[in-house]
């Protein structure tokens, strides 16, 4: 039943999915995740052959092209994004190359890694892809998951349980590495129907970034979740959780939002900018670094208690932070940048 519910509701928003990624393609990152989502190339479950229009393709270009996520994993550095590309590199960001297989040419939108071999990355069309090797080598796991068009986070808490969110509220769970998924309802009526952003998670304790100062909170490892309401009434985008306990949200008009209580109680914390926010991290040193709309860059040196505002002059857009062991880099519609 809820999956031919989700099936007819996507039908009817198909058109409103075409118009939300032209809006947001001006306004930040869920725009570049939505755009031409609701035309991706249909794929069935487990069918390689079928999924994104086949096999990325090797490019000269690649890291100059949209790259929309970054994850460690060891020593190497990965980051994916448009075409299927997933770009690695085992030098702190110096040289970069494309993974030798990857199952789809669909734009990517996240990957995660739980250790420095095993990972997962995902995008348009509900593809999931996997690796065991470090990612220079990945297998199609899921695609169009529930006929669902686009995936915007992903997260694993061990080798086996893992979860999906997208736009419309839509959320998957997995219990056997990502080969199949089980669709579930975030939260009842219109409550549950918010764009699910980003997966912030740390131990047990998850946290979902959605729209209209909304965040859903689960203390159980993404088996069950409540909506919690934050100081803030637009749109989160992401999230981090930093090594001293505390967590950060932020999102549209230079929102950041911090916790010192595992995500019971939200900080609006003033940042200097109203430009929206789309990506952070934290540094080997513990800087934070959170980045987003024309070129705007904030820096926190006391665990997002506070921050300071600075502007590149390209003014280019950023989607997400990386953290390299020398400082970080920046990913975005001109793929891989310096700060």
């Known amino acids: 039943m809820l999956r031919s519910t989700i099936s007819r509701r996507l039908d009817t928003r198909r058109g409103a999915i075409r118009a939300l990624g032209s809006a947001f393609a001006v306004a930040g990152i869920c725009g570049w995740r939505l755009a031409h989502a609701a035309d991706a ?14 096999a990325a393709r090797k490019s000269d270009l690649a890291t100059t092209n949209l790259l929309l996520a970054g994850a460690s994993a060891g020593n190497r550095l990965i980051a994916v994004g448009e075409y299927g590309h997933v770009l690695l590199s085992d030098d702190d960001g110096a040289r970069w190359r494309q993974a030798k297989s990857v199952p ?66 839509y959320a998957a769970r997995s219990s056997d590495g990502g080969a199949n998924w089980t669709s579930f309802e975030i939260a009842p009526g219109e409550l549950g129907e918010r764009h699910l952003n980003q997966i912030v998670a740390r131990g047990k304790l998850a946290l979902i970034a959605a729209e209209s100062g909304i965040a859903f909170r689960s203390e159980d490892a993404g088996q069950s979740f409540k909506a919690i309401t934050l100081p803030y009434k637009g749109s989160i985008w992401g999230g981090a959780a930093l090594a001293d306990g505390a967590l950060l949200l932020w999102g549209m008009r230079g929102t950041v939002l911090r916790s010192t209580d ?50 590149r002059e390209d003014r280019r857009n950023t989607a997400a932070v990386l953290a390299t062991k020398r400082g970080y880099l920046l990913l975005g519609p001109a793929g891989i940048q310096s700060p």
């Open 41 to 54: 190339a249909p794929a069935l479950a487990g069918a390689a052959s079928s999924a994104g229009g086949g």
């Open 104 to 169: 789809t040419r669909t734009t990517l939108t996240a990957v995660v890694f739980i250790n420095e071999r095993t990972g997962w990355a995902v995008g348009h069309g509900g593809v999931v892809i996997g690796t065991l090797d470090g990612g220079d080598t990945w297998q199609l796991l899921a695609g169009r998951i529930d006929g669902k068009d686009a995936l915007f986070s992903v997260w694993f808490r061990d080798e086996k349980n893992g979860l999906v969110v997208g736009p419309y509220g």
């Open 262 to 311: 595992e995500g019971q109680k939200w900080t609006l914390i003033s940042t200097g900018t109203d430009q929206s926010l789309a990506g952070g991290a934290q540094l080997a040193d513990g800087t934070v670094v959170v980045a987003g709309m024309n070129g705007v860059t904030l820096v926190s040196r006391n665990g997002g208690a506070s921050f300071e505002a600075q502007m």
